[in-house]
Each structure stands twice: as C-alpha cells, then as structure tokens.
C-alpha cells in the first residue's frame, strides 16, 4: 500500500525528475483554476522533459487524442496528465511512483507544458472525472497549491524518486 497523508491521498510527489524546477501557473477559465495547474520546466527546454508517477498505481485511462493519461492509486483517487505526445505505459499496467509515464508535450495547445489534476473520485463511479472530483488544494510533496490568477507563480523542486 502507497504512503498515504492524514486525508487519505497518496504523498503525491511532483511528476518530474529528482532536483529539476518547475514553474506551477493557473490561468481564470482552467475551471477551478485553483486545481488545475500547468507546469513549464524552469532549467531549460520544456518539451521532452519526462514525466512520471506522482504515486504508485495502475493506468487507468490513456487518451492519446488529448495527450491525457490518468491513474488510479486506490482508495478513490487518480491523477492526471495532459499534453503528452509520448506515453511509455499502458492501460492496465501497474506503475510505480517515480516512473517514466510520458513526455512533456503540446498536444491540443500551442505551448509545451504538463496539465495536472489530483482527482477524487466522490460520486463512486470509478472515475475521477467530474469537475468537483478536482482536488483543491493540490498537495504536492507534503505542501498544499491553490493557485489562482492573483497568486505569483510558484516555483517546485521535485523530490520525486530521489532516494
């Protein structure tokens, strides 16, 4: 069973390589911006950077027409990936945190960024698929995101697979 914080969520882990930076953006219309976050890689190019498991679980879900994956990590929740041109799992397949999933892409927008989504899945339906299923705040790393329009960028190290 995954490490699990006093809510119940898996300890999400930020879902890019131990020691990079990435820059957290919202944006008024991402309804409920305060959970939908976009990342952009702050040491370099964004694009083709990897992205893995925030936490353990199975692929529940790949929509390549979206560039979207979404997993399930038990107990009712999911997270979600948006605008990968490349997928390295598959559905059903069982993934560790820290696992290569896909790579940062552009998919259905002009600009190379990661869309993620801490999903709880509250109306039983076994999807974490409805906007109030949208976790907010997020919590990443054992820190608590609610972005909104207001608020600065934030800037995340990742401590994902660092071990």
């Not at 498991?53 to 929509?63: C, E, K, L, Q, R």
């Not at 598959?90 to 892409?105: D, M």
């Not at 698929?129 to 990742?158: F, M, R």
Request: glycine letters at 12%.
């Amino acid at each position: 069973m995954p490490a699990r914080l006093p809510d119940g969520r898996p300890n999400f882990q930020l879902p890019f390589r131990c020691g990079q930076h990435w820059r957290a953006t919202t944006y008024p219309g991402h309804n409920p911006e305060q959970g939908k976050i976009d990342w952009f890689y702050e040491d370099g190019t964004t694009r083709g950077q990897d992205v893995l498991a925030s936490a353990p679980g199975v692929v529940d879900h790949i929509s390549p027409n979206s560039g979207l994956i979404e997993l399930d990590h038990g107990g009712g929740w999911y997270s979600v990936y948006i605008h990968m041109p490349t997928f390295t799992v598959s559905e059903g397949q069982k993934v560790t945190q820290g696992q290569k999933i896909g790579e940062v892409g552009s998919v259905n927008t002009g600009v190379a960024h990661l869309h993620y989504e801490q999903l709880f899945d509250e109306n039983g339906d076994g999807r974490g698929s409805t906007p109030s299923e949208i976790q907010i705040p997020l919590i990443i790393q054992g820190k608590k995101y609610a972005l909104t329009e207001a608020t600065d960028d934030v800037v995340v190290t990742s401590t994902n697979n660092c071990g």
